[in-house]
């Protein structure tokens, strides 16, 4: 079933690429939004039956004992996904569950950082010619692979769009909360913040950007040694 839903991905991709004007905005938002949520259901339907290792350690860590079977000090760092997941499981009892709940989210701030990115730096480029890219990133190895094993990092990425678009689009204390958000999901994603800069308005910043490359790396180093 999985093949035959990422098939169908790419068939639409492939469709969209032909056919642009096929449907209004609000359209193509419905089959596009029906389509990947259908994906989720198909891969998480899956959760125990397949081998994913970071899914099921995922699972498995959403009731484990912070400080005996997780380390208190990693739970802290991506407090936002850790505290996050272990809420949702508090509620509705379902790990598979929690992961389609996750995915809803992955996919809203896709599109919502496409949309913005889209207007911030392409303003004057028809929306409907580029909305196949929506579903062709739906088929590139990050994500395919992101929705089994790296997940944090997709999820975190799609964020770090959002803020690199709401900043593009001159929000900048709304992107800049936005890139803390994907930081505390996965830390990793802090990598991203000379992006962040380079297209914030403020000159000076933009210069800084530079500069910031080398005690990121630094730190990203000293955090991955520490655990």
Known sequence: MELAI????????????????????????????????????????????????????????????????????????EFIFWFGIRFLFFLIQDGSLVFVILDIVLFLYIYKGFILCKKAFYPKLNQSYLNYLLFSVMLFHPFV????????????????????????????????????????????????????MLVTPNRVIRNMSFFTIPPIIFLLILSGSSE
Request: no cysteine.
């Open 145 to 196: 692979m992101g929705m089994h094993n790296t997940y944090r990092q997709i999820l975190a990425t799609s964020i770090f769009i959002t803020a690199i678009g709401l900043i593009g689009n001159k929000k900048t204390i709304k992107g800049y909360l936005t890139s803390l958000i994907a930081v505390f999901i996965h830390n990793a994603s802090a990598m991203f913040l000379p992006l962040l």
């Open 6 to 77: 990422y098939f169908l991905v790419y068939l639409l991709a492939i469709w969209f690429i032909f056919f642009p004007k096929f449907l209004t905005q609000s359209g193509f938002f419905i089959i596009w939004f029906v389509t990947v949520f259908s994906l989720s259901l198909i891969i998480r339907s899956s959760i125990g039956d397949t081998e994913s290792a970071d899914i099921d350690n995922y699972i498995y860590y959403m009731t484990a004992i912070p400080g005996l079977e997780i380390s208190l000090n990693y739970m802290l760092r």
